[in-house]
């Protein structure tokens, strides 16, 4: 029963981290009037995306909390990138920084890199699990750079 209280509040923290910070841009975002590249995705699919990839996070640190792997080192990475992750969205949809949002992004990418590896050093399913959330970053890092040199 422990280990279920672990994994729902490890799961719980990333989801409403998100859903926060999606209420905080609602009616910030101008994703639909922006100029855009050529594959970017229709506005629906970030909420989607960006769901799933909250529940592999949680389930992520939530392996390595339940079998008692996390260090005060893996804590703070993982608290670090939800926090860079949260502060992306409203620099690029509230203030409209496009650019620093790019750079704020790649301080993203950097900091789950590190964090897929600490995550892999201790389980390495835990790591793998951040894939994902790395790949959709990293094609937000295109899009965002995209968006700023079309706009």
């Known amino acids: 029963m422990k280990k279920i209280g672990i994994y729902v509040k490890s799961i719980l923290i990333p989801v409403i981290v998100g859903a926060v910070v999606g209420f905080i841009i609602s ?21 989607i995306v960006w769901s799933i990839l909250y529940v592999l996070m949680g389930v ?10 996390t260090t005060k080192d893996i804590d703070l990475i993982y608290y670090t990138q939800l926090v860079i992750n949260a502060l992306w969205s409203i620099i690029f949809f509230v203030f409209k920084w496009r650019f620093f949002a790019f750079l704020w992004i790649i301080l993203l990418d950097i900091v789950v890199i590190i964090m897929i590896k600490k995550f892999y050093d201790k389980n390495k399913v835990a790591g793998l699990l951040q894939i ?20």
Request: glycine share 2%; hydrophobic share 45%; proline share 10%.
């Open 60 to 69: 992520s640190y939530g392996i390595l909390k339940s079998k008692d792997l």
């Open 27 to 47: 009616k910030f975002i101008d994703y639909n009037s922006l100029q855009k590249p050529a594959l970017a995705p229709p506005s629906i699919v970030f909420p």
């Open 132 to 151: 994902p959330y790395l790949i959709w970053i990293l094609f937000a890092t295109y899009l965002n750079l995209s968006i700023y040199l079309l706009n």
